[in-house]
């Protein structure tokens, strides 16, 4: 056999294992954008989860916020009450105490 025969030979054999190198990067490329487009379609789920999930948090405060405000108002028209019944009942107790303390004395 010749040297050109087997240059060719060789020639031959080296160009199709770079055929097989380049068909493997190609895979190996179309795997990563595969896996790529999954993270990113995940991402976008989660993102999309964590803004249905801060709306309901949002809501959940302005709730709250209500609640606490209606208690507030609540617990200071109630104390008010007491207050003006407990300046009544305590007026009442010092008028019986000065009509004693002047029958009394």
């Not at 080296?14 to 190996?28: C, D």
């Not at 609640?67 to 108002?73: E, G, L, Q, Y």
């Not at 008010?80 to 000065?98: N, P, R, W, Y």
Request: glycine share 2%; with cysteine; net charge negative.
């Amino acid at each position: 056999m010749e040297k050109k025969d087997r240059i060719e030979i060789l020639w031959e054999d080296m160009q199709s294992k770079f055929e097989l190198v380049l068909e493997g990067h190609a895979a190996l490329n179309q795997k990563i954008d595969r896996n790529a487009q999954d993270a990113n379609d995940r991402f976008d789920i989660m993102d999309a989860k964590f803004s249905l999930l801060n709306q309901k948090i949002d809501q959940v405060e302005g709730r709250l916020n209500q609640r606490i405000d209606a208690v507030k108002t609540e617990l200071s028209t109630r104390i008010d009450q007491v207050e003006t019944s407990l300046c009544a009942k305590i007026d009442a107790v010092a008028m019986d105490l000065t009509a004693h303390r002047t029958d009394t004395a």
